[in-house]
């Protein structure tokens, strides 16, 4: 079955730069969530879409910025780049069939930052 | 304030034993209680799930029993295997009509020995 892609699954950006992070959901799933995971933490929420609408927000800095396209795919700007933004970014999708109740994780992306 | 509570924190438990992970909540307007399993470096995947009206579910080796006035739920693994090596996350969620909320527990590392 298909599953949510991420990419890049890994980069480094050096302090003060920016990065774009890029998520397909699985196919049919019209919801789009973001989540950052510093090591040995769980995973915390950053942003939501629905049709390409913001549905929610959660503890997104304001140098982070996010959007959905009209195919669904979803992107993560991320802006001024600090040392603490390292962390690993997972992306999930969830669909009106399961009443938006089951979210499923891509692989992530790594970042680092130098 | 961590919402959902999550003990223990790791756990060693050896192959064939039972092991026994629990959370417990206070917002009572969550409405869908799911176990994600992820192994170091991938995404978080779902693994069972339960609804408060339900108060036992059961998919192969892994159950979930919901204890509602208590406020608390548990995953059993029953039969524990060195594959089932992994940090288990329960998580509480909200339905906002087209997203879901996942709030997550602090993780439990487990290990099962040979």
């Known amino acids: 079955a298909a599953g949510v892609i991420q990419s890049p699954r890994h980069l480094i950006k050096e302090k003060r730069e920016t990065a774009t992070l890029k998520c397909y959901p699985i196919p049919r799933h019209d919801t789009v969530y973001w989540y950052q995971q510093g090591p040995g933490q769980d995973p915390q929420f950053l942003i939501s879409f629905y049709e390409k609408m913001q549905s929610d927000k959660g503890s997104i800095p304001d140098r982070f910025s996010a959007q959905q396209f009209s195919d669904y795919h979803s992107e993560l700007n991320m802006s001024s780049l600090e040392l603490g933004d390292s962390a690993l970014y997972f992306c999930?999708?969830?669909?009106?069939?399961?009443?938006?109740?089951?979210?499923?994780f891509g692989p992530g992306t790594r970042l680092t930052v130098t | 304030q961590q919402q959902v509570k999550q003990s223990p924190q790791s756990l060693i438990v050896q192959k064939g034993g039972i092991s026994i992970i629990n959370c417990a909540y206070e917002n009572t307007a969550f409405d869908y209680f799911p176990w994600y399993q992820q192994f170091p470096g991938k995404g978080p995947a779902l693994l069972i799930a339960i609804r408060p009206d339900v108060s036992e579910k059961k998919e192969g080796r892994f159950t979930i029993s919901f204890n509602k006035s208590a406020k608390q739920f548990s995953l059993h693994i029953m039969d524990s295997q060195p594959g089932d090596s992994a940090t288990y996350f329960c998580a509480a969620s909200i339905n906002t009509g087209t997203a879901s909320k996942l709030t997550f527990g602090t993780g439990t590392r487990l290990q099962v020995t040979l």
């Open positions: 999930a999708s969830s669909s009106k069939g399961t009443g938006y109740y089951e979210q499923y």
